[in-house]
């Protein structure tokens, strides 16, 4: 029974990084309705930059997580007018020409990782989240508790922006509609920017923490798009309630996948979850009303 | 708004005829005056011809991005692998349907119901697909693990040239035929434009996506159990890697999406590119670098592929006039090169 308990909050614990991870995907696939798989780089990125600002300059991860915000956003900021003038465009398939292109994102990210730190894992070392506190006989790894609440903080922040600012309105309205938004005098164009930056700017954040559970090379990178994607799957495309819930879900899973199948199993399993949602529920667990 | 570009032969200008007739003489007859080193860039040119155009059936023409297609090769690689050890001792040229089966089969289970929804789902279901094979042959028994499987030796390299060059060139035949000169080209097209539509037109569209998606797993599964026995060495780095993936995906943007022969252009370029590639520098991880910044170029400049640069191809009508002038004389009379047989242009006009 303590084996099920710990497995629970472990699992609780690892579904809230899964949420940090897919939050700003789930924004900006709602609002510019293309597939990045670049998302597992930038956690990557994200981890690497937290691991070269220790390395280098004694710099403590936690005080990293502005800075990789803003440096990554900048990133995005630079790529995302690329990405929506090929979302736009009238080549005979724009959808899945953004997906190429996300595409060569990642490949390119993932050799320049590979080149520049070979394939050696690093992980960052957090000075003040190291620790482990004991609760009834269940271990928590401090670290992991920051995760989780990281993830809540940028659920409720995502949450206040979207529906309590004039930027969140435009956000929320070229979600539902790109033209009416855009007749009603919101700037398509650099809304869609600013959505593209917000989000490798989150995700890469999500990365620091990601880097200091786990170690990471630039090869995992695709397992988080995976698992990414499998939360904004199963959470209905678009839906930030949905990504809570179904991030947590899949943590669990793999926790428990982890502890009483195999580490092994843990992408076929999810892979078959994946699959069967998609036959079962194809609309996710949230249907989005637009 | 369709990405078909392909004539049939008697589409074709006089240049064209007599590059299609010097080409296929100098892929038969390469082994009978080319050293070892040109023949082996021959046969990896000849089977990423094949594989790109695997890729292309699913995405240039049914509009669905596969990114675990290299799943469908390492299912025929292991296949090959499995049933040549000793204790099974097929023959070689037995084990290829085995694989063709399996990956067919593989495709039909999967695409059932990923097929039926948006086109994100499908690029991420069969990308866990491939992830999930890599998995699984890396953990059962009867694959050797990570340690992979030897099979025996073969040293002829024009037997492998030859092998490649007649699987690669019946998928193509097949493709021709299939895509471009029968009812089934049709339908994968209209259901690929618009799928309301070709659903009011009575055409199943489940069924046909499904096929062209088995189509697609077909080709790969056969080209990569020829591989398994030219390579004689396989575990899943070398036949399950996602690099294969990538190169598939990048050939036929290069080439041309959507087109019959984008793809083997794609393959031929790229691939001599990267072997040029890995003689300047190495085999080195900027070689990635190379092939993402060349994805995201072509996307944004060239999007549709190499093949819009050729004579004949509409995009360059200009060109294709002058050349046509030149050698035809009658080339201007037709109002449009690309789209050359009357049963092309009534399909392309909108």
Redesign the interface.
Known sequence: MDIFIQTLVTGLLIGGLYVAISMGFALSFGVLDVVDLAIGMWVVLGAYAAVVGQQAFGIEPLLMLPVVFVFFGFVGWLIGPFIYRVRTSNYALPALMALAFTFGIETAIRGGLLATFGYTPKSVQADLLQGVWHVMGISIPIVRVAGFVFALVLAAALLIFLYFTRLGLAIRAMAQNKDSAGLMGVNVKRMSTLVYALYVGVTSMAGVLVGAVYSTTPQVGLRYTLFAFFVVVLAGMGSVMGVLVSGLILGILQAFVTVYVGANYTLMTVFLVLFLILLLLPNGLARRTA | ???NQSAGWRGLGVVSKVAVIILAVICVSLPFWAGPYWIRIGTGIIMWAGLALSWNVI?GYA?Y?S?GHVAFFGIGAYSTAILMQPEYNWNFFATLPVGAVIAGGLAAI?GW??L??R???F???T???G??IR??A??VPFTGGSYGLSLPPNTSSAFFYFTMLAATALAYLICYVLLERSRFGYRVKAV?DSEIAARMQGINADRVKIQAFVLSAIIPAVLGGINAYWITFINPDSVLN?IFT?QM?VMV?LGG??TLWGPALGAAVLYFLSQQFSALFGS?????????????AV??VL?NGLVSLLPGARKRGVLNQVIGGVVGGIHQTKPSAGAATPKEARHDSP
Request: charge should be negative; aromatic fraction near 14%; hydrophobic fraction near 60%.
């Open positions: 708004m369709t990405l995405c509009g991005i990114f999967v119901p990923v039926k929804l086109g994100a789902y690029a991420i279901g990308w866990a697909l992830e999930a998995e699984f890396t953990v690929r996602t990538d995906v943007l999406l959507g080195s991880t900027w070689y990635l670098v190379f092939i993402g910044i060349l994805v995201m996307v944004l999007p």
